[in-house]
C-alpha cells in the first residue's frame, strides 16, 4: 500500500519476499506451488534477505530476515503455511538499512545509520559458550560490532561466498581466532576512496567467481571490482 522497498528470491526461485513503506513484509508464491497472492506479515519498511538455502528438514525452516526504519531486525520462520516472528535483534541505535546471510546461515550481518557493522550469530540450546536459550529455541547474539570505519550512513553489505568473511562497501577480513571461543574479529582489508562520486547505496558479491565485486552510487554509476586477497591474511 505504500512504496516497495526491496525483494528478495528464496533460493530456488519458488518464493519472492517484498517489504514496503506501509510495514509489512509479503511473501509471494507461485499458483500450483504455495499459493497465489501475498501473505503479509508485520515486517520492516527496508530490506528483506531470504536465508541463504532450503533446509532438508522441517528442523531446520527456511528463515527471513527484514531490517527497518526502528533500528531493528526482525528473523521469520515458515510454521504450517503462515510466517511468524521468531527473533528480534536489537543493538543498532538507527535505522538499520541492509542485512545479508553468511552462507552457512548461522550468521547475519547488518548496516545501519548508525555507522556501524553488526554480525549476528545463531547460537543453538546447550551450546559451549553459555549464551541462553528460551527452551529448545535457538538464540542470536551480536558477536561482533565494527564502527569508526565509515564516516557517513553504511546504506548496503554483502556477504562474500568465494572470499569467506569479506563484505562491503568496505572488505573486511575475518581473523583466525587464537583459540575456540575466543571473540570474532574483522580487520578492514580493503579501501577505495572516492570509489563513486556520491553515496554508495549497493553492493554485490558474484555469487560463483571469487572476489567479483559490483557497487552502484547515486552517481548513476555501476562499478566492478576485482577483490584479492593481501599477503599474510
Known amino acids: 500500500e505504500s512504496r516497495c522497498w526491496a525483494l528478495a528470491w528464496s533460493p530456488g526461485g519458488a518464493l519472492l519476499a517484498s517489504c514496503g513503506g506501509d510495514r509489512t513484509v509479503r511473501v509471494w508464491g507461485r499458483e500450483g506451488e ?32 527484514s ?19 521468531c527473533a528480534t535483534l536489537e543493538g543498532h541505535e ?18 545501519s545509520d548508525d555507522r556501524t557493522l553488526r554480525v549476528w550469530q545463531r547460537f543453538e540450546p546447550g551450546n559451549q ?16 560490532t565494527l564502527s569508526g570505519y565509515h564516516g557517513r550512513t553504511i546504506y548496503d553489505v554483502a556477504w562474500s561466498v568465494g572470499t569467506p ?3 562491503g562497501d568496505r572488505v573486511f577480513e575475518e581473523a583466525t581466532p587464537a583459540s575456540p ?29 571469487p572476489g567479483l565485486l559490483a557497487s552502484c552510487g547515486d552517481d548513476g554509476d555501476i562499478a566492478f571490482w576485482q577483490y584479492q586477497r593481501p599477503e599474510g591474511l
Open 129 to 144: 559458550e553459555g549464551v541462553a536459550c528460551s527452551g529448545s529455541e535457538p538464540s542470536w547474539k551480536c558477536v561482533c
Open 94 to 111: 538507527s535505522t538499520v538499512w541492509a542485512v545479508a546471510w553468511e552462507r552457512s546461515g548461522q550468521r547475519l550481518v547488518s548496516c
Open 34 to 65: 504455495r499459493g497465489t497472492g501475498a501473505r503479509p506479515m508485520p515486517g520492516a519498511r527496508d530490506r528483506a534477505a531470504p536465508h541463504p538455502r532450503v533446509p532438508p528438514c522441517p528442523r531446520c525452516p527456511q528463515l527471513l530476515a
Open 67 to 85: 531490517a527497518s526504519y526502528d533500528d531493528t531486525v526482525r528473523l521469520y520462520r515458515e510454521e504450517e503455511d503462515d510466517w511468524v516472528c
Open 165 to 167: 568473511g569479506a563484505f
Open 181 to 209: 571461543g575466543s571473540p570474532v574479529t574483522f580487520g578492514l582489508a580493503a579501501h577505495v576512496p572516492r570509489a563513486h562520486a556520491q553515496d554508495v547505496n549497493g553492493v554485490a558479491w558474484h555469487p560463483r567467481e
